[in-house]
């Protein structure tokens, strides 16, 4: 007598296989957008957010919103470009809402303004600071593999270079830098 499976061997749904499939293409379109900045030299203009939490039962220094990509490592700042006929506080919000599900509701506060010279791009960031917000903190599965709140005096250690540098300045721990 031989025996016969009792159960037939499942296939993976779509959402299983989104991470294995979008990263390395989300990776590809990175890299395709970099040679294309070498080659037509554009002028970009980018947001980002400093989103806080100060919910803070025990008074202490609030925490920050940081993301991490699925085409580039480390953890960063919620945001992204700046689109034709969109204001800067515009483009944060629905970058903001598009990444990590949040609404930015209080007015966002600018920040500052950074030159960012990288693989060939000229691109400028304007970074707003937003304490008023409302949502599930949820990232997307696509460009957004893992989004977080951060107490700002333990970040994770692989928190971006630049990233560091603006929570050091928002901090007063650093004067504000003219590049990124």
């Given at each position: 007598?031989?025996?016969?499976?009792?159960?037939?061997?499942r296939?993976?749904s779509?959402?299983?296989?989104?991470?294995?499939?979008?990263?390395?293409?989300?990776?590809?379109?990175?890299?395709?957008?970099?040679?294309?900045h070498?080659?037509?030299?554009?002028?970009?203009m980018?947001?980002?957010?400093?989103?806080?939490?100060?919910s803070?039962?025990g008074?202490?220094?609030?925490?920050?919103?940081?993301?991490?990509?699925?085409?580039?490592?480390?953890?960063?700042?919620?945001?992204?470009?700046?689109?034709?006929?969109?204001?800067?506080?515009?483009?944060m919000?629905r970058?903001v809402?598009?990444?990590?599900?949040?609404?930015?509701?209080?007015?966002?506060q600018?920040?500052?303004?950074?030159?960012?010279?990288?693989?060939?791009?000229?691109?400028?960031?304007?970074?707003?600071?937003?304490?008023?917000w409302s949502?599930?903190?949820?990232?997307?599965?696509?460009?957004?593999?893992?989004?977080?709140?951060?107490?700002?005096?333990?970040?994770?250690?692989?928190?971006?270079?630049?990233?560091?540098?603006r929570?050091?300045?928002?901090?007063?721990?650093?004067?504000?830098?003219?590049?990124?």
């Amino acid at each position: 007598m031989t025996a016969t499976p009792t159960s037939t061997p499942r296939n993976p749904s779509p959402t299983a296989l989104r991470p294995a499939l979008t990263t390395p293409l989300m990776r590809l379109a990175w890299h395709g957008r970099n040679m294309w900045h070498w080659v037509a030299r554009p002028l970009t203009m980018g947001v980002r957010g400093i989103i806080l939490d100060d919910s803070d039962p025990g008074g202490g220094a609030g925490s920050v919103l940081l993301i991490r990509h699925s085409y580039v490592g480390g953890w960063h700042f919620p945001g992204g470009g700046v689109g034709k006929g969109e204001s800067l506080v515009e483009a944060m919000r629905r970058e903001v809402r598009e990444e990590v599900g949040l609404t930015v509701e209080s007015g966002p506060q600018p920040f500052g303004v950074y030159a960012r010279f990288r693989h060939g791009a000229s691109d400028h960031v304007a970074v707003f600071v937003a304490r008023g917000w409302s949502g599930t903190l949820q990232a997307d599965g696509v460009e957004i593999l893992e989004a977080r709140f951060f107490p700002l005096d333990r970040l994770p250690e692989d928190t971006s270079p630049a990233t560091r540098r603006r929570i050091a300045e928002f901090q007063g721990r650093e004067p504000l830098a003219e590049r990124w």
